[in-house]
């Protein structure tokens, strides 16, 4: 995996790059696209989003990665609105698999946070059908922990 750097513990690690792998692998854009939002609730499920106060332990417990970083102040920039994963992989440079890694960091980093909840989630993300893609925003509480958190 040349030209990649990775923060976290070794689990974490590991689980990044066999991420990024399997996402590479993928012949179709679309099957790259799935990967990036593998824990969206199902359509007509109702989301339960992370509190304020976890979404705050799970942005300041490690420092996040300048693309980590530019992601979250975009959707912040973005919010309400959505944002799509095309838009947010071109705003830091970021291929497919490199956006799939990266999102699944922020899951593991959110499912390895004191106070983590399953079943509740650190963005919202919805299908477009168009593009075969997922659309991004954080939810209010998200915000309120970027906002507490200074990071906007």
Known sequence: MKGYMFEGTAQ???????????????DTSSETAAAVAPTVAEEGEEKEFVSTEVARRVLSRRP????QL????MLHAAYPGWVPAAKL????S??????AGMMGAFGRR??????FVENTWLFDAEWDYEVGAYNYRL??????????EKLA
């Open 12 to 26: 974490e690690v590991i689980e990044a790059m066999t991420a990024m792998q399997a996402a590479s692998s993928s």
């Open 64 to 67: 996040l990665s300048r693309e």
């Open 70 to 73: 530019g992601i979250l102040k």
């Open 89 to 92: 992989q071109a705003a830091i």
């Open 94 to 99: 970021y291929t497919p698999a490199q956006f």
């Open 110 to 115: 959110f499912s390895h946070t004191e106070g």
């Open 139 to 148: 939810p209010e509480t998200v915000k309120a922990a970027m906002d507490a």
